[in-house]
């Protein structure tokens, strides 16, 4: 028999091991954070909330390098020429584009040319075969035309600039496609807000219809309205940015004339062109 005293003796043996182990898990612990190197950036510690501070005024997260860098970048380049602007546009934001399908069947980014300075602008709808093959706008027969009516100005290339709104040759020349817009006049924007034109002129319906953001509007009617091209970019209030456009017609559509209907057209052209110069000299 026995009075139970041996099972105490065990039990309070059985606890003083434990409490001993415990002891020495707590003492290894805080011997091995107190020989720790102290770093050198004590971490940052962010004071706790009080009861009265609310979810919403408690401190927001200290924003991404990225963000930092992006910011950083895009209130240096407010310095820049319009030729650095068009220049940065060109090799790191459109790159290489393979926004949209057009990338596929391209044979270049036909990007833009001319006068980063320039009053007056040209913008086409988009690259056709020779401009696909020379990664230049307008250089096939609808651009010598244009050419011709610059002279006809006394200006040339050199004095304007001239884009299209989709960088990328559609295949078959196919009208562009509205996700192909979406994705591309981002850049045709950018190049806008670069150059500052005076005046943009539209060639054709479609590029007239893409830059005042009306949907089936005539050209006829688009050449009698005063329109604008809304420049401001997506951080700013619409409209904060206009910029006069003119629409007229596109010099293939005049060569497609002939006889009396392509002297007036031509005539009709000359006296929009004009209309563009006398804009961006009031401007
Ligand atoms: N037509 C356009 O709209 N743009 C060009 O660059 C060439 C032809």
């Given at each position: 028999?026995?009075?139970?005293t041996d099972s105490l003796d065990g039990i309070a043996r059985a606890v003083a091991l434990h409490l001993r182990r415990q002891r020495l ?259």
């Open positions: 028999m026995t009075d139970g898990a707590y003492d290894t612990r805080y011997l091995r954070v107190r020989s720790a190197p102290t770093p050198a950036t004590p971490p940052q510690v962010r004071p706790a909330p009080t009861t009265a501070q609310s979810r919403s005024a408690r401190p927001k997260p200290a924003p991404s390098k990225s963000v930092d860098a992006k910011a950083a970048l895009r209130s240096q380049a407010e310095s820049w020429s319009a030729a650095t602007k068009l220049e940065y546009l060109r090799k790191k934001n459109v790159g290489d584009c393979r926004r949209c399908g057009l990338c596929q069947t391209r044979q270049n980014i036909v990007f833009g040319v001319g006068n980063p300075e320039a009053r007056i602008m040209f913008v086409g709808e988009a690259p056709g075969a020779d401009e696909d093959r020379k990664g230049e706008p307008f250089v096939g027969k609808a651009g010598q035309l244009l050419d011709r009516w610059l002279v006809e100005l006394g200006m040339s290339r050199a004095d304007v600039y001239i884009a299209n709104v989709l960088k990328c040759r559609p295949p078959g020349n196919r009208d562009p496609r509205p996700d192909e817009v979406e994705r591309c006049s981002p850049f045709l924007r950018a190049q806008i807000r670069a150059i500052r034109p005076a005046a943009v002129v539209a060639l054709g319906r479609h590029a007239g219809m893409l830059l005042s953001r009306r949907d089936d509007m005539s050209l006829r009617a688009m050449r009698g309205a005063r329109l604008d091209y809304d420049a401001s970019s997506p951080k700013e209030a619409p409209r904060s940015l206009l910029i006069p456009l003119v629409v007229t017609y596109h010099p293939a559509y005049v060569l497609r004339q002939s006889g009396e209907a392509e002297v007036g057209a031509t005539q009709m052209v000359m006296a929009d062109l004009r209309r563009a110069l006398d804009l961006a000299a009031e401007a």
